[in-house]
């Protein structure tokens, strides 16, 4: 009696013999179960660039509402906002993590079958097993800041910088010399132009943090670009020829 492939076991586990339904069915809830931690990691990332928009506007709101209110509010919210870019970097490696997997799947399981003849990369199976026994960030903290700084938080700072100049500028009323643009950016003992350098400081520190990381591109998850995804189409094409 010839038994049909289907029905044949793949491997044994713990006395039962699991079938190629068994692992196929397995593999969808697994899929479906990284689609979901990747969802709601996404969600935590867009909870955290909320908390720095809404932080922002508020903070903006309130310093140009009224002559008296200081300029160093502004100046604390930089901090805070800084806080949020490093937690949602944080975030971003987790969600990178999950979508690692989901795109070894996609792209080594379910495509691959859309293009016969099956030809998933060799060690697909392999990676995504390593990952599971031993988890590890795909990105670097710094890849994963400078990510989310130039997509998000860049312009976050700078409404934040051009608030403060716009409230020293504007209030109590308007400049009329550089002296006192200098005078007025004091903080209490701080002097104004300790309060210029840092605030020039920051930003120029911020700014080379972005390009620094641009060519760090071990990100797979919120981007797939169009040369990475010709590699994959190359790469697929030589197997088949093979």
């Not at 006395?15 to 990284?34: C, G, I, P, Q, W």
């Not at 080379?208 to 797939?224: H, I, K, N, Q």
Request: charged share 20%.
């Amino acid at each position: 009696m010839i038994t049909e492939p289907e029905l044949e076991p793949l491997w044994m586990f713990r006395a039962r013999e699991l079938k190629a339904s068994d692992f196929n069915t397995a593999f969808v809830h697994f899929y479906r179960a990284e689609i979901q931690r990747q969802n709601v990691w996404r969600t935590r990332l867009d909870a955290t660039t909320n908390w720095a928009i809404i932080t922002a506007g508020a903070v903006v709101s309130f310093a140009l509402s009224a002559p008296e209110h200081h300029h160093g509010v502004i100046i604390i919210n930089f901090v805070l906002i800084a806080l949020f870019l490093f937690i949602e970097a944080r975030r971003y490696r987790y969600y990178e993590l999950w979508a690692y997997r989901t795109r070894l799947m996609e792209t080594n399981f379910f495509a691959a079958m859309l293009v016969p003849p099956h030809a998933p990369a060799p060690d697909w199976a392999t990676n995504l097993a390593a990952s599971l026994l031993h988890p590890q960030f795909t990105i670097s903290l710094w890849e994963a800041v400078g990510r989310r700084f130039r997509r998000n938080y860049l312009w976050i700072f700078l409404t934040l910088a051009a608030s403060w100049a716009l409230k020293i500028i504007t209030q109590p009323k308007a400049l009329t010399t550089r002296d006192e643009f200098i005078a007025r950016a004091a903080i209490g003992p701080i002097g104004g132009e300790i309060v210029i350098a840092g605030m020039i400081a920051f930003l120029i520190a911020a700014c080379v943090l972005g390009l620094a990381t641009v060519m760090l591109r071990r990100s797979v998850g919120e981007v797939f670009d169009d040369t990475r995804l010709d590699q994959f189409i190359r790469a697929h094409i030589t197997r088949e020829k093979q």
